[in-house]
Structures are given as structure tokens and as C-alpha cells.
């Protein structure tokens, strides 16, 4: 098979790029190593920025977003028994965040692929990207038992942290950047209507929580727990019982309890490999880098750094320079650092370390009073979390 870019991954990179490339006119092939019904079923990230929402409209993949996502306009975070809203739009003036999980993403992507291109391949798992330094990269990859190649001009690793193109780049080539977190989340889906009405931080003594959602009827919600828990050690009661003392204020507010639906251990990582670029093979998402959650600045990124692509290729094929392909990982990467120290920072504020003294506590809460008395501080956080501009 022969393609101008081949795609290896399936996931929200993969699709979004593919549905960018057609729409200017750009053929290319989207290998995926999972069936349908997994990939659409992955549970992951539920917030979407206003620049992926403009992104997935302006490629015709928003229709259902615009009917059944949730705009958001702050979030609450909890501290010392208090809450505090942080308005987005009046500090950034007018950007917003939509509650869309990224399951439905992906089902809209691969739904308007399916319906008209370009071809998207399921159960096809790349075994490896060769030839990046020459013209004609090859993918070789098994499909319904057979070892396959996918010829291409130009290769897209949006495989995802686990994936094979990133290895594609020789170790002298890249250098990784990596911090790993001594907790992780457990997270569940539960069959209740969201106790509030925004998302909800919270810092406490016994470690961070969040109360998300992904429909009026369905909350999302994530317990800081230590690295290796078991989720069987976690019975629903204790879930729950956990969750009402870690999100307690002084005032008048109830945890709405309902049957869990799924349950997940999620540990966290930082990780960016530089540069985004090997000859003609590129890296997105999180094949090129990982943040920890909280923030939910992942897929967005995903979005951002395939949004740049599309528009690099698309000026190739209109003027054959390849000045924006060359930028590519230097444009990228601004953003993805900025988005790493904030993922970063809401991190470290709002979780409690294991080997956490004293002084470090004062000084997070010390940061959330900040946050709470001052716009400039909290004009901050609210810029960086509904999103900074793509480009
Ligand atoms: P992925 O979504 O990982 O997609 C990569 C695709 O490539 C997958 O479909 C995979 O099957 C495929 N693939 C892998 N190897 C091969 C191969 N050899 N050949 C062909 N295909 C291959 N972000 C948030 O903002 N909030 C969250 O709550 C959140 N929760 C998360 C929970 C988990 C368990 C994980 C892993 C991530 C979470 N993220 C979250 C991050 C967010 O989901 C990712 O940043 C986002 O999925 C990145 O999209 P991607 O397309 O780059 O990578
Ligand atoms: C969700 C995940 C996050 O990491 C976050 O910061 C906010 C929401 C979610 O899955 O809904």
C-alpha cells in the first residue's frame, strides 16, 4: 500500500489529524492496532479546551458535541475546608472548557472516517517505522495475519506512550524528559447526577479529589491513592466515604452517592521526548509526551500539536516549502512545556506527597489562598486551564 502520510494510531491524534489531512485534500492511511469497539470504549479524558472544540468544528466533527457537550465557564477548587470558583471567561476574556469525553471524540472521528475516508484500518499494529531518514518511509505493520508495508512520503507516529514509532528515532537523535509521580488516581464512573454543577478540585489532608462528570446523569470522580493500589481494595462504600471527607466544606453541600459503574488505577507521568521530528517521520500526542491529569491538558495537547501538522502538510502541498513541517516540533514544544509545568503545578498544589513535611503544605495552601485573593494569580490558572491559543 501507498499513501502521502501514514498515520500509525488510532486514537484522538490519529483520527483528528486524518479527518484535518482529508479535508485539504491530502491522502493518507490510519493504521490502528485495536478493534473498534476498544477504541471507542477507552475510558480517558472528559475536558476539552475552546481550541479543540474550534478545531473539531471547523473539520465537521462537532455536531454532537454542539448538542450534548457541557459548557463549563469555571471550576471550583477546595482547600481548608473552603471553596473558591475560578470564572474562566471573565479572566481570559471569554474562553470557556466543554465536559465531552474523549470516548465521543473518537466515536465522531471514526464515524465521519468510516462514512467518507480516508481508510482507516482496525486491528493493524505497527511493528516498526523504517527509512525515516530517506524519502520513502516504510511502516511495516500485521494485518489479518500477514506482515504488511505501508509506503508513505511522510510517517505520523500518533501512537501513544506504548507505541513503536517513537523508537523509530535513534537514542542519540532524541532526549527525554521524564518525572514520575509517587501517587496515582483511582477513578470512577458512577450513575448519579454530578454533585455540583462544575468541576471540583479539591486539596485535603487525606490527599486530592476531583468531581467531574460526563452527562447530567453520569459523574466521573478521582481519588488520589498510592502508587500499586489494587482497586478491589476499594469497595464502593469506601470510595464513596473517602470522597465526602476529602470534599467536606463548612456550608451546605452533599455528595451524591449511586451505583459504580467502573472502576481504574491511574498513575502519572511527565515526559516529553524533543525534538517532534526524525527526517520524515513526526511524533503527536502522546507518543511525544505525557502530563499527569490533573488539568486534563492531554488530549488537548493531542489536538494542538496535530492541528500545527495538518496546517504544515497543507502548506507543503500548496507552495512546496517545508518551512512549517520544519518548525514543527519547535512550535509545538513551546506549548507542550507551558502545558507540562502546568499540569505540573496543578499536580504538585493540590496532591499530597507521601513524604510531604509541614512546610510543604503551608506553602500549597499558602498558593491556593494566592489563587483566591488575587485576579492576576488566578487569571493564571484560568488562562492555562481553559487553554492557551494553538500556534
Ligand atoms: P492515544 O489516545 O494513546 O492513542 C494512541 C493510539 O495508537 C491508540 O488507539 C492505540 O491503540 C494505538 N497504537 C498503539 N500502538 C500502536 C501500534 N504499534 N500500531 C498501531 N496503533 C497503535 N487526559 C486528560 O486530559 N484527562 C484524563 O482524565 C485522562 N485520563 C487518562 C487515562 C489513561 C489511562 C490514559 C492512558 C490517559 C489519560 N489521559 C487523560 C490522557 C489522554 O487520554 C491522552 O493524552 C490522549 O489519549 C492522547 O491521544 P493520542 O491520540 O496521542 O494517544
Ligand atoms: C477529567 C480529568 C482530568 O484530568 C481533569 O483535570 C478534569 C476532568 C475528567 O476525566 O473528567
Redesign the pocket.
Known amino acids: 500500500m501507498r499513501t502521502t502520510v501514514g498515520i ?7 483520527l483528528l489529524l486524518a479527518r484535518l489531512l482529508h479535508n485539504a485534500g491530502i491522502d493518507c492511511v490510519v ?4 478493534d473498534r469497539a476498544y ?1 471507542e470504549r477507552r475510558q ?4 476539552l479546551e475552546q481550541g479543540t472544540v474550534d478545531v473539531l468544528r471547523e473539520c465537521g466533527a462537532a455536531d454532537r458535541l454542539d448538542r450534548e457537550g457541557l459548557v463549563h465557564d469555571g471550576i471550583e477548587l477546595r482547600w481548608n475546608r473552603r471553596a473558591h470558583r475560578i470564572d474562566f471567561p471573565a479572566l481570559t476574556g471569554g474562553r470557556r472548557v466543554w465536559v465531552y469525553a ?1 470516548t465521543e471524540v473518537v466515536k465522531d472521528l471514526i464515524a465521519l472516517q468510516l462514512k467518507d475516508g480516508p481508510p482507516l484500518h482496525f486491528e ?4 516498526a517505522v523504517e527509512g525515516a531518514e530517506g524519502d520513502r518511509p516504510v511502516v511495516r ?1 500485521l494485518h489479518q495475519g500477514r506482515e504488511r508495508t505501508l509506503t508513505c512520503d511522510w510517517v505520523v507516529g ?7 514509532a517513537r523508537a523509530a528515532v535513534p537514542e542519540g537523535a532524541r532526549r527525554t524528559y521524564e518525572r514520575v509521580y509517587p501517587y496515582s488516581w483511582l ?1 470512577i464512573l458512577a450513575d448519579v447526577p454530578p454533585s455540583a454543577d462544575e468541576l471540583v478540585y479539591a486539596h485535603s489532608p487525606r490527599g486530592f479529589a476531583l468531581l467531574s462528570m460526563r452527562s447530567p446523569r453520569v459523574s466521573r470522580l478521582y481519588l488520589q491513592v498510592p502508587n500499586g493500589t489494587d482497586p478491589a481494595d476499594w469497595p464502593d462504600e469506601r470510595i464513596w466515604d473517602e470522597l465526602d471527607a476529602r470534599f467536606a466544606i463548612d456550608g451546605d453541600w452533599k455528595l451524591e452517592r449511586g451505583p459504580v459503574t467502573q472502576k ?1 488505577v ?1 498513575p502519572m507521568r511527565s515526559f516529553v521526548t524533543e525534538p517532534m521530528r526524525h527526517g520524515r517521520l513526526l511524533l ?4 511525544a509526551h ?1 502530563v499527569p ?1 490533573t488539568g ?7 489536538a494542538s500539536d496535530v492541528t500545527v501538522l495538518a496546517r504544515a502538510f497543507a502548506h507543503l502541498k500548496d507552495t512546496g516549502s517545508t518551512e512549517l513541517l520544519d518548525a514543527y516540533s519547535d512550535t509545538c514544544l513551546r506549548r507542550i512545556w507551558r502545558a507540562e509545568h502546568f499540569s505540573y503545578f496543578m499536580t504538585t498544589t493540590l496532591h499530597t506527597d507521601p513524604g510531604q513535611g509541614d512546610f510543604d503544605t503551608r506553602l500549597q495552601i499558602s498558593q491556593l489562598d494566592r489563587i483566591a485573593a488575587s485576579p492576576h494569580a488566578a487569571a493564571e490558572l484560568a488562562e492555562n486551564y481553559a487553554g492557551l491559543p494553538v500556534g
Not at 493504521?31 to 485495536?34: A, N
Not at 493493524?124 to 511493528?127: F, I, N, P
Not at 503527536?284 to 507518543?287: M, S, V
Request: positive net charge.
Open positions: 500509525v494510531g488510532g486514537g484522538p491524534a490519529g493504521l490502528e492496532s485495536r477504541v480517558r479524558a472528559g475536558i474523549q493493524a499494529r505497527a511493528l505493520y500518533c501512537d501513544g506512550f506504548h507505541g513503536v477513578g481504574s491511574l503527536a500526542g502522546d507518543a505525557i491529569p486534563a491538558k492531554g488530549l488537548n495537547l493531542a
